[in-house]
């Protein structure tokens, strides 16, 4: 806009020619404006002024003299006088919105472009400030429609490409900000940070290959480039890569100490690999430094393989204090997912209740984030006649255990008295079970990522009740339980705690698993199923390979094998004790793991076992991880299936049942250490349920070494586990729970 101002100006110089004029001086001032000579123009301005006080262009040009000087005060003095002067001139306005935005006064330069906009629709450097600006304000929207009108105008312009693509990824339309990024690179490919904004729009739509691929030209165009190798160390995060993405973040802290997100980062990697002391002392550092969400992370690092009871009580010994200084000192959060993003979830493996636990941990957030417990706006309002309006809400409505336990109960849910509506997080999935699942249910709604729309997009369907079906898995589901988005809010076993959540209505269970004191383990109401051996309509697992031997697994023919293949974080460390009886009580026994997807977590539980087995660890072997079919065929092949305490199987136990295998459980204070035994009391058969830790360790040798009682067990399980299986009476009493609390 100003060289085609530069341009009138000249053109006025020279229809003056052979005289020193007007028109002379103003095209002198303007070109120590174009050389950064403020002096000159500031000079030649004020003599143009002398000869023609109220001059539009010289007042202007003595505007723009004092703004090359950094005296925006006074330049939007000079700027107004101008305006007044020739208010149709849109250079005039952009400079003002220019010199008003240096001085930090927002609403005013957009105020300015906008006129600057109306006067010339044509000139795409006004739409890319205003556009830059109203993104800035917080209007993504109207930020995107202005940058494509600049985009339009000026299409070579790779910076103006780029900033579309973050008003794009701001409006949640992250597909077209992909597009718009690629195209920035293409005009600019040298540009480091083109490919760094490209990766991240990929990253958000969990394109993480791809995204690591553009972080990985970023770095090699600017290996200085801090945040890109933060990026890169996101990714690599992402894709299961852990270790890798230590380093990643280790070499931004290098280049940019203060990089607070690639600490907060660099200490979750560390969490994760099971350096849980590490993490402590890096969101340490970050909580110093200022980063309020790190406050909250040091105080709810857990270890994921611990390392002993003693270790436990540590960390459980250190939430409390830590949340009651958070709470002190006033520490203010405005958005938990994105500056926290974290749950308790590793708390469900301490064999404790964890109720004053999580019930402090959502007063702390409560206490920071007020927000999150908005209402929606129906809530109090009579509800409209017809059917029970059902919401299921997860991001794992997919090949998951949580798909695998939803799918039965929102295909099967009576549809004269239910509509049922699945509220899929994102990303969402295409395999078979999220195809089912979308299939089958009366609406499928996939909510944005980002809980203030994602808020608004729940409560626009005017629930009767919202289901999550997990809370503890994952953060985002976490943080939008404290809302109020509906008139009734349950959860169930999909992560078998309490969530301490004022807004979290009801726990559903089932009067088969709790104990007799069970309500006092949950802040939620608890309701009890009746007769349930599963809290799901669960499809039986496809027939065993008989086919498969223990020749061709490499596993020794001779030997009786002990089979526990649970996730590591489920061993308890008493749990350890019961492996060393029966590794000491059966001395030609195996015992059988499978390996973690994250190798590091097998190597701290096989560190922990070794001083607790001693010599017996020579008879433990760490199978690969294993595809289903040659999973179910280990379960078929192995003597003994081993439930660990204090959280027992749930899928890992139906698979076993519906192979005929039984399970030697023990059955422990907290529902999480009773589902394996509640689903014997379904199938009326205990014979492999301990009441004690002899008993668990001598049933288990009694099955592994005794092929008469093993063969007799499986054909009891055989016979009796059909009940476990399509199961309509759960359909039925979780209709019964919804009819009892929405209608009541």
Sequence with gaps: MLNRLLGRLRGKADAAAGAPSLAQLLSEAFACIQAGDAGGALRAAEEALRHRPGNADALYLRGLADALRGSHEAALGWYAQARYADPANA??????????????????????????????????????????????????????????????????????????????????????????????????????????????????????AEALAAFDLAVSMDPDFASAH??????????????ESVDAFARALALDPRHTRALTNRAQALQETGRWREALTEFAAAAASGVAGARFRHALVLPIIPAGLDEIAEVRGRIGPALDAIEADGVRLTDPHTEVGTTSFHLAYHGECNRDLQVHTARAYLTAC???????????????????????????????SIGKTSRGLIARFSREDFEVICLHVPPVSEDEVARAIRATADRNVVLPWALP??????????????????????????????????????VSFGHPDTTGIPNMDWFISSDLYEPP????????????????????????????DTSLTRESLGLPADRPLYFCPHSHFRWHPEFDGLLHGILEADPRGELLLVDSTQPQWTQLLLRRLEGTLGPHMRRLRV??????????????????????????????????????????TWPRAMQRGRHTGGMYRRMGWDDCVAKDAPQYVSKAVELANDAEY???ARREVAARSGVLFEDNNVVHEFERFFREVCLS
């Design 370 to 400: 007020p927000s999150l417990a908005w209402t929606a706006p129906h809530i109090g309002r009579k509800r409209r006649p017809g059917r029970l309006r059902i919401g299921f809400l997860s991001r794992y409505l997919q090949a998951h």
């Design 453 to 490: 729309p994602a808020r608004g997009a729940v409560a626009a369907l005017g629930l009767d009740a919202l289901f999550f079906q997990e809370i503890g898995l994952d953060p985002f589901t976490y943080y939008l339980a404290y809302a109020r988005l509906a008139p009734v809010q349950c």
């Design 91 to 208: 250079a005039f306005a952009y400079s003002e919105g220019m010199s008003a935005r240096a001085l930090g006064q927002l609403p005013a330069a957009i105020s300015a472009w906008e006129e600057a906009a109306r006067l010339d629709p044509a000139d795409a450097s006004t739409m890319y400030a205003l556009g830059a600006a109203l993104l800035e304000a917080g209007e993504p929207e109207r930020a995107v429609a202005m940058l494509d009108r600049g985009a339009a105008l000026n299409p070579e312009d790779a910076s103006l490409r780029c900033d579309l693509g973050h008003a794009l990824l701001a409006a949640g339309r992250q597909e077209s900000a992909i597009a718009a990024f690629s195209l920035a690179c293409a005009l600019r490919p040298e540009d480091a940070r083109l490919h760094d904004s490209l990766g991240v729009a990929l990253q958000g739509q969990w394109r993480f």
């Design 710 to 712: 093993r063969h007799s």
């Design 230 to 243: 933060n990026n890169r160390g996101t990714a690599l995060q992402a894709m299961g890569r852990v270790e």
């Design 623 to 664: 199978l690969p991880l294993q595809p289903l079919p040659r999973y179910l065929a280990l379960m078929r092949l192995c003597d003994a299936m081993l439930d660990p305490i204090h959280f027992n199987g749930m899928n890992n136990s139906l698979d076993a049942f519906s192979a005929g295998v039984p399970v030697v």
């Design 517 to 544: 004191a069970a309500a006092g383990h949950y802040s939620e109401r608890l309701w009890l199923a009746h007769q349930a051996g599963t809290l799901a309509w669960y499809l039986r697992p496809p027939a065993v």
